[in-house]
């Protein structure tokens, strides 16, 4: 692992690091001394292990803000998971809906051709009735 001699809180230090990790870890350094720099209306006015103390603390309290991110985007890819899957259940049941309309639909055009046939057929029972009719009463008179 190679080594870095960087400054932290005013103070130079030399440190090991993994080749992948060099950008991140330097991006962390720059964060750490602009904190550092943050604070510097306290520098002489209380210790350095107060100023870094507080540094801790507001690091400390951004880490668990990102947390409470982390698990509120959590819960809300779970919730939008449940509600997909009751959008697509939704849209089953929609589907499934209309091939029964259809099916109600083809059924009732059946029954409506027989329904006409019927009548139809009726139709012509009743002309042939009439037939008869007036054929007996032309053969009585």
């Not at 440190?15 to 992948?20: K, T």
């Not at 951004?62 to 985007?73: A, C, M, R, T």
């Not at 959008?87 to 639909?105: A, C, R, S």
């Amino acid at each position: 692992m190679p080594d870095l001699e960087i400054t932290i809180f005013n103070k130079k230090i030399k440190l090991s690091y993994q080749d992948n990790e060099k950008e991140r870890f330097l991006q962390a350094v720059e964060s750490l001394n602009k904190n550092w720099n943050k604070f510097s209306i306290l520098h002489g006015k209380v210790s350095d292990n107060k100023i870094i103390t507080l540094i801790s603390l507001e690091l400390q309290d951004s880490l668990l803000s990102l947390e409470k991110i982390k698990n509120d985007v959590s819960t809300f890819e779970k919730k939008n998971k449940l509600l997909r899957k009751e959008i697509e259940d939704k849209n089953n049941e929609i589907d499934l809906n209309k091939e029964n309309f259809e099916k109600i639909k083809s059924e009732l055009k059946i029954k409506n051709d027989e329904i006409y046939k019927t009548e139809k057929l009726l139709d012509n029972l009743y002309d042939e009735l009439i037939e008869i009719k007036n054929n007996f009463l032309t053969k009585k008179t």
